[in-house]
C-alpha cells in the first residue's frame, strides 16, 4: 500500500534490448499506467550536454531548457525550428543571476 490509501509499484522492464520503466498507480479501481523509456531519456540528455558543453566557457546561467551566454551562437548552431539547434530568444541589456530560477533580466 502507498501514499494515502494508492497502491504504487515501480518495475523495469527489459524487452528487446531497451529498458522501460512502468509506474502503476491504482486507487479506486483506475488503473493509470506511466511508460517510459529509458535509453531514450538518457541519450538526449547526453546529448544535450554535449552540445551544452562546446560553450562551457561562455555560459552565464542554464536551466532545464534554456541557456544565456556571452557573445553571438555560431548561425550553424541555431535555427528558430530544427530540432538539436539553439533557438535565439532575445538580447539581454542588464542581468542579475542571483540563484538557480531566480534572477532579472532586462532585454
Known amino acids: 500500500m502507498g501514499y494515502k490509501g494508492v497502491d504504487t509499484k ?3 522492464h527489459v524487452n528487446e534490448g531497451a529498458m522501460t520503466n ?3 498507480e491504482r486507487e479506486e479501481g483506475h488503473n493509470n499506467d506511466l511508460s517510459i523509456n529509458v535509453a531514450i531519456a538518457a541519450a538526449i ?12 566557457d ?5 536551466d532545464t531548457d534554456s541557456a544565456v551566454v556571452h557573445g ?3 548561425p550553424s548552431m541555431v535555427s528558430p525550428t530544427d530540432l538539436g539547434k539553439f533557438k ?3 538580447r539581454i541589456k ?5 540563484a538557480p530560477k531566480t534572477y532579472v533580466i532586462e532585454t
Open 72 to 74: 553571438e551562437l555560431d
Open 58 to 62: 561562455r555560459i552565464v546561467y542554464t
Open 10 to 12: 515501480l518495475e523495469l
Open 45 to 56: 540528455t547526453s546529448y544535450a550536454r554535449i552540445k551544452m558543453n562546446v560553450l562551457r
Open 88 to 90: 535565439h530568444e532575445f
Open 94 to 98: 542588464n542581468a542579475v543571476f542571483k
Open 22 to 24: 512502468t509506474l502503476s
